[in-house]
């Protein structure tokens, strides 16, 4: 079936520095993928999505781009701050259903 | 617009006590999702609606969880009995059919302990 595989955290950056979280994922089609960030405390929200391949989601300062040949959706972010420090899922819909990857921590020091 | 709302935000309980988690989605959305999140396990969709109608329970662990949808604005999550290892945080989320189906809208989940 549909999966999503992305980088086991956690993930500690010190503020500044340059962020890959990675993913791929198994899918029959063409789904359209999205990465969700997961504050302490609080439930998954979407942070970006693409719903072709070639397509880039960005949002707050974070990019991912849909690469079909690689099945790659890759979460970059050129400069990271202290306020990034979250959970973040990458997923792509089936249907009328959104299957999540594991979920990677990240911890950003000042 | 208020987004989605779940009630109780912490719930402590005896092993054995029957547990009701409650979850109001946003107005005009006819998909509404159950989750379970754990270290153990990540996050794992329980069960989901579609206009309040069960559409796929098949995540459902076993028989002493059962959900329900009597209207547009609400659904319940039940344990019945409660055991330790139901413990976790339980979201709800809520969505658009059509293109809204790309996103899901969750609610700031209840966490629940089970002793």
């Known amino acids: 079936g549909d999966s999503v595989t992305q980088m086991e955290g956690p993930v500690t950056l010190s503020e500044e520095a340059f962020l890959t979280i990675n993913c791929t994922y198994t899918?029959?089609?063409?789904?359209?993928l999205f990465w969700y960030v997961q504050y302490p405390g609080e439930g998954l929200q979407l942070l970006l999505k693409a719903t072709k391949a070639d397509d880039k989601g960005s949002n707050k300062g974070f990019e991912a781009t849909y690469r079909k040949e690689t099945t790659s959706f890759h979460l970059e972010k050129g400069s990271v701050q202290v306020s990034d420090s979250a959970v973040y899922f990458c997923?792509?819909?089936?249907?009328?259903?959104?299957?999540f990857g594991k979920g990677t921590r990240l911890h950003i020091l000042p | 617009d208020a987004g989605v709302i779940q009630s109780p935000r912490h719930e402590v309980t005896e092993m054995g006590q029957e547990v009701t988690l409650r979850c109001k989605p946003i107005?005009?959305?006819?998909?509404l999702f159950w989750y379970r999140q754990t270290m153990m396990r990540g996050l794992e969709l329980l069960i989901y609606f579609n206009n309040n109608v069960p559409i796929d329970d098949s995540g459902m662990p076993e028989d002493r969880f059962s959900a329900k949808m009597p209207n547009a604005s609400f659904s319940t999550l039940k344990i019945q009995p409660s055991e330790p290892r139901d413990s976790a945080v339980y979201f709800c989320?809520?969505?658009?059919?059509?293109?809204?189906?790309?996103?899901?809208?969750f609610g700031p989940g209840t966490r629940l302990t089970v002793l």
């Open positions: 989320a809520s969505s658009r059919s059509g293109r809204g189906l790309n996103e899901q809208f």
């Open positions: 107005s005009g959305h006819d998909y």
């Open positions: 899918a029959t089609g063409y789904p359209s």
């Open positions: 997923a792509l819909n089936r249907d009328d259903k959104i299957i």
